[in-house]
Nanobody, 126 residues
């Protein structure tokens, strides 16, 4: 079992930057692929970015590519999402997710993930 606790987020003006973090605890000696998803009001949860267990492979959704960067610090069991050049359409609740796997591939589907953070609100004002 892995517990994910998120921090960061908040309100920012369009064009600004924000970062969110996700701390993992519990059975962290296993290898986990991790990801960020988001859900805007009235919309389905969508993939934002994913990273494999080693951090050597990442993937970002087209809508955030070049603006957002996913990273992880395995020594400290942390996952990060750096968000730059934010737009109003980035407003959503952001969730970190983890899945136990030894695969080097990244997972982009929500159903691939077993563990979820509590969600963090990111609001971008125009």
């Amino acid at each position: 079992q892995v517990q994910l606790v998120q921090s960061g987020g908040g309100l920012v003006q369009a064009g600004g930057s924000l970062s969110i973090s996700c701390a993992a605890s519990g059975r962290t000696r296993r290898t986990y692929g991790m990801a960020w998803f988001r859900q805007a009001p009235g919309k389905e949860r969508e993939f934002v970015a994913a990273i494999n267990w080693s951090g050597g492979r990442t993937e970002h959704a087209g809508s955030v590519s070049g603006r957002f960067t996913i990273s992880r610090d395995n020594a400290n069991n942390m996952l990060y999402l750096q968000m730059n050049s934010l737009k109003s359409e980035d407003t959503a609740v952001y969730y970190c997710a983890a899945r136990e796997t030894r695969s080097i591939a990244v997972g982009t589907q929500a159903q691939d993930y077993e563990y979820w953070g509590q969600g963090t609100q990111v609001t971008v004002s125009s």
